[in-house]
């Protein structure tokens, strides 16, 4: 079984946003590039099922 390295809060504390991500691995940013994504998305269906679908089903 492959062995994962856990961070905390704490292994960044103190610095900026950016040497944040600077000092993060190519994979822990690529993940957190996928949650951007992701998580854009789900607002966006959010949003129209929302504004959109939800009345016009109530109506």
Do not use: C, H, R
């Amino acid at each position: 079984m492959a062995e994962t390295a856990s961070t905390t809060s704490d292994d960044y504390a103190g610095l900026s946003a950016k040497q944040t991500i600077d000092a993060m691995s190519d994979d822990k940013k690529k993940a957190l590039k996928s949650w951007y994504f992701y998580d854009w998305a789900n607002q966006a269906y959010a949003l129209t099922v929302m504004t959109v679908i939800a009345p016009a089903l109530m109506a």
